[in-house]
């Protein structure tokens, strides 16, 4: 199907499971032609599956159905919306079985398709004889596994638009696939297309985390207003790719260019070779404009053709974990804090090995309000505060073990240091299975796109094998040739002031590995930027916790860099034991460090 609309406008509603119901209520008003929600991140899959050992009827984001899909599939219906989601997780076919009954009750007809195949556990023997590894650690895959998803692509969902279907429901696609499959569907774009297919997906990126393309998580916070009334996205996309974003009217939070620009580098590691099902994407010329208050203009997507192999995540369970906090307050607030944790610690390690239980398997005590996670570059006036909360983290293969643990915490309010409060967090500390994630590729002929519309037979969707991918660049080589400036020398007159006053920032994961954009606020103050944030200023300055290398991305087109930090997380998602395991903080804390400027451009750019 060719669409002869000029754009096609579509409103993410959802950016992970767990996020506001608002947002449906919000986008079904606005005058889209599709809803898309996005519920499923890395560690997500593990959880449904573990929810479908016990219920065979369950595995996929309820939410979507009890929550947004009550309060607006009506309307969706009446108003010609289509609705694609990730929601049905590891059992898309319960998800969609789901929706059709609601519809029953709400007295509407829907088709309701499902995209699958993504299953590939079946062919872990296979693969495990192979020898395949995890590709950020190397690791052997190990012996028994929760689950294993290949993230696919858009084709089966533009297959199950062009079947007729009016909601489709995917297991693990890539976030951005449920974007690029309307506008496949909608424009009729072909293999081949890579730049259309780039564009689309970068479209998709941007709303897939909700009010993060709206203001959300935006470095100048001070600026956004109405967050309770904050309003999820809209894409206006043309059939050449390029694409407009906005918000519904009357809704707060605000569209700017750079809260897009932070949200474009969100996640990504080199943004000239972003790798996804159906493209590899350039997005390091693209063009962000803000054309007035309300809507930005995104354009200059590029994109490749795509490899040859599916990422699969595969989680697995590796013995249990439990974190408690307590909070300190008085004199010496950090030290008691300390002490209380080290306490804990002791005493309980003691009662396990008298018990005969055997030693933690690990162990991590963290203070928040001391400024932790700035390292070395901490403020010493932040290590007297008068008020202090650890956080005690324990592993152990045993469950009853960190039971143990769980039930020594509450002791400290009367056993150890004055001015604790042991009701930070309500009850007994709960003890969790530790997941594991575990990545690695899977050749494309490997694995069958499935798509299923209604009661009909199961289609195998035909994909593109794609090619063979060298990722050999020469990172630094890249960086010398990225900017067409001169970096200033140093005169003498300038000003040291923190990152935030001449560049913006925001950080994500993806497994152990965290990014950081950083963008300057002005082509005046890029070459400043540049001279001053090097990839080697960054490991330094990040030295307590970056473990690995340091990349530093260029991407001309927004002013910006895109900073590559390799095992940075404690081994991310639950397998950290940091209060941020996903990296979420690390802009912020870059945007303290020091720069130099000149003078006499800070006070004109101020």
């Given at each position: 199907?060719?669409?002869?609309?000029?754009?096609?406008?579509?409103?993410?509603?959802?950016?992970?499971?767990?996020?506001?119901?608002?947002?449906?209520?919000?986008?079904?008003?606005?005058?889209?032609?599709?809803?898309?929600?996005?519920?499923?991140?890395?560690?997500?899959?593990?959880?449904?599956?573990?929810?479908?050992?016990?219920?065979?009827?369950?595995?996929?984001a309820t939410d979507f159905v009890t929550a947004a899909m009550r309060d607006t599939l009506k309307r969706c219906v009446e108003r010609g919306i289509k609705v694609i989601s990730n929601a049905g997780g590891i059992n898309p076919a319960a998800c969609a079985q789901a929706v059709e009954k609601l519809a029953e009750e709400l007295g509407v007809k829907v088709k309701v398709a499902i995209v699958h195949g993504d299953d590939v556990m079946p062919l872990v023997p296979e693969l495990r004889e192979q020898g395949v590894k995890d590709f950020y650690t190397g690791a052997p895959i190990p012996d028994r596994l929760i689950?294993?998803?290949?993230?696919?692509?858009?084709?089966?969902?533009?297959?199950?638009?062009?079947?007729?279907?009016?909601?489709?429901?995917?297991?693990?696609?890539?976030?951005?696939?449920?974007?690029?499959?309307?506008?496949?569907?909608?424009?009729?774009?072909?293999?081949?297309?890579?730049?259309?297919?780039?564009?689309?997906?970068?479209?998709?990126?941007?709303?897939?985390?909700?009010?993060?393309?709206?203001?959300?998580?935006?470095?100048?916070?001070?600026?956004?207003?109405?967050?309770?009334?904050?309003?999820?996205?809209?894409?206006?996309?043309?059939?050449?790719?390029?694409?407009?974003?906005?918000?519904?009217?009357?809704?707060?939070?605000?569209?700017?260019?750079?809260?897009?620009?932070?949200?474009?580098?969100?996640?990504?590691?080199?943004?000239?070779?972003?790798?996804?099902?159906?493209?590899?994407?350039?997005?390091?010329?693209?063009?962000?404009?803000?054309?007035?208050?309300?809507?930005?203009?995104?354009?200059?997507?590029?994109?490749?053709?795509?490899?040859?192999?599916?990422?699969?995540?595969?989680?697995?369970?590796?013995?249990?974990?439990?974190?408690?906090?307590?909070?300190?307050?008085?004199?010496?607030?950090?030290?008691?804090?300390?002490?209380?944790?080290?306490?804990?610690?002791?005493?309980?390690?003691?009662?396990?090995?008298?018990?005969?239980?055997?030693?933690?398997?690990?162990?991590?005590?963290?203070?928040?309000?001391?400024?932790?996670?700035?390292?070395?570059?901490?403020?010493?006036?932040?290590?007297?505060?008068?008020?202090?909360?650890?956080?005690?983290?324990?592993?152990?293969?045993?469950?009853?073990?960190?039971?143990?643990?769980?039930?020594?915490?509450?002791?400290?309010?009367?056993?150890?240091?004055?001015?604790?409060?042991?009701?930070?967090?309500?009850?007994?500390?709960?003890?969790?299975?530790?997941?594991?994630?575990?990545?690695?590729?899977?050749?494309?002929?490997?694995?069958?796109?499935?798509?299923?519309?209604?009661?009909?037979?199961?289609?195998?969707?035909?994909?593109?094998?794609?090619?063979?991918?060298?990722?050999?660049?020469?990172?630094?080589?890249?960086?010398?040739?990225?900017?067409?400036?001169?970096?200033?020398?140093?005169?003498?007159?300038?000003?040291?002031?923190?990152?935030?006053?001449?560049?913006?920032?925001?950080?994500?994961?993806?497994?152990?590995?965290?990014?950081?954009?950083?963008?300057?606020?002005?082509?005046?103050?890029?070459?400043?930027?540049?001279?001053?944030?090097?990839?080697?200023?960054?490991?330094?300055?990040?030295?307590?916790?970056?473990?690995?290398?340091?990349?530093?991305?260029?991407?001309?087109?927004?002013?910006?860099?895109?900073?590559?930090?390799?095992?940075?997380?404690?081994?991310?998602?639950?397998?950290?034991?940091?209060?941020?395991?996903?990296?979420?903080?690390?802009?912020?804390?870059?945007?303290?460090?020091?720069?130099?400027?000149?003078?006499?451009?800070?006070?004109?750019?101020?």
């Amino acid at each position: 199907m060719s669409s002869n609309k000029k754009t096609i406008r579509i409103g993410g509603a959802s950016g992970f499971w767990g996020d506001s119901a608002v947002g449906a209520n919000q986008l079904v008003d606005a005058n889209i032609d599709y809803l898309v929600f996005d519920y499923l991140a890395e560690l997500t899959m593990s959880i449904l599956a573990s929810a479908r050992t016990k219920k065979p009827e369950l595995g996929y984001a309820t939410d979507f159905v009890t929550a947004a899909m009550r309060d607006t599939l009506k309307r969706c219906v009446e108003r010609g919306i289509k609705v694609i989601s990730n929601a049905g997780g590891i059992n898309p076919a319960a998800c969609a079985q789901a929706v059709e009954k609601l519809a029953e009750e709400l007295g509407v007809k829907v088709k309701v398709a499902i995209v699958h195949g993504d299953d590939v556990m079946p062919l872990v023997p296979e693969l495990r004889e192979q020898g395949v590894k995890d590709f950020y650690t190397g690791a052997p895959i190990p012996d028994r596994l929760i689950s294993a998803n290949a993230y696919l692509g858009a084709m089966p969902i533009a297959a199950a638009l062009a079947a007729g279907a009016d909601v489709v429901i995917t297991g693990r696609v890539v976030d951005s696939a449920v974007v690029l499959g309307a506008l496949i569907h909608e424009f009729g774009w072909k293999d081949g297309d890579y730049d259309q297919f780039a564009g689309a997906s970068l479209a998709g990126h941007i709303i897939e985390c909700g009010c993060q393309a709206t203001g959300g998580l935006h470095t100048d916070w001070d600026t956004i207003p109405d967050w309770d009334n904050i309003g999820y996205p809209i894409v206006e996309c043309a059939a050449d790719g390029s694409f407009l974003v906005t918000k519904p009217q009357d809704t707060g939070g605000k569209i700017l260019a750079l809260a897009v620009s932070e949200q474009m580098l969100y996640e990504i590691h080199d943004p000239a070779a972003y790798i996804l099902p159906d493209v590899i994407c350039d997005f390091s010329a693209v063009d962000i404009t803000q054309i007035d208050p309300d809507r930005v203009q995104v354009r200059g997507a590029r994109g490749m053709a795509p490899t040859n192999a599916y990422k699969v995540s595969a989680t697995y369970q590796d013995g249990f974990t439990c974190a408690a906090v307590l909070a300190i307050v008085g004199f010496d607030a950090a030290a008691k804090a300390q002490r209380t944790g080290e306490a804990v610690l002791s005493r309980t390690r003691r009662m396990l090995i008298e018990q005969g239980m055997g030693d933690y398997t690990d162990t991590h005590l963290e203070l928040l309000g001391v400024e932790q996670p700035y390292g070395a570059n901490a403020n010493p006036n932040a290590q007297q505060p008068f008020e202090a909360v650890v956080k005690m983290t324990t592993r152990h293969t045993k469950k009853e073990a960190l039971s143990l643990f769980a039930r020594e915490i509450a002791p400290s309010g009367t056993s150890f240091s004055p001015g604790t409060v042991s009701g930070l967090a309500p009850g007994r500390p709960s003890v969790s299975p530790l997941v594991r994630l575990f990545s690695f590729t899977v050749p494309k002929t490997k694995v069958n796109n499935l798509m299923t519309l209604g009661d009909g037979a199961e289609q195998i969707i035909s994909v593109p094998p794609g090619r063979a991918y060298d990722s050999g660049s020469n990172p630094e080589a890249k960086d010398r040739a990225g900017f067409d400036v001169d970096l200033p020398d140093l005169t003498g007159d300038e000003v040291e002031v923190p990152l935030i006053r001449i560049a913006v920032a925001r950080s994500g994961d993806k497994g152990d590995t965290s990014n950081i954009g950083v963008i300057a606020r002005s082509e005046a103050l890029l070459p400043y930027m540049l001279r001053e944030v090097t990839a080697e200023r960054v490991k330094q300055y990040f030295a307590h916790y970056v473990q690995g290398d340091v990349i530093r991305h260029p991407v001309p087109g927004i002013r910006a860099v895109n900073f590559e930090m390799k095992r940075a997380l404690d081994g991310g998602g639950l397998a950290s034991m940091r209060l941020d395991k996903l990296g979420k903080s690390l802009g912020q804390i870059l945007l303290r460090m020091p720069v130099r400027i000149s003078a006499h451009l800070l006070e004109k750019t101020s």
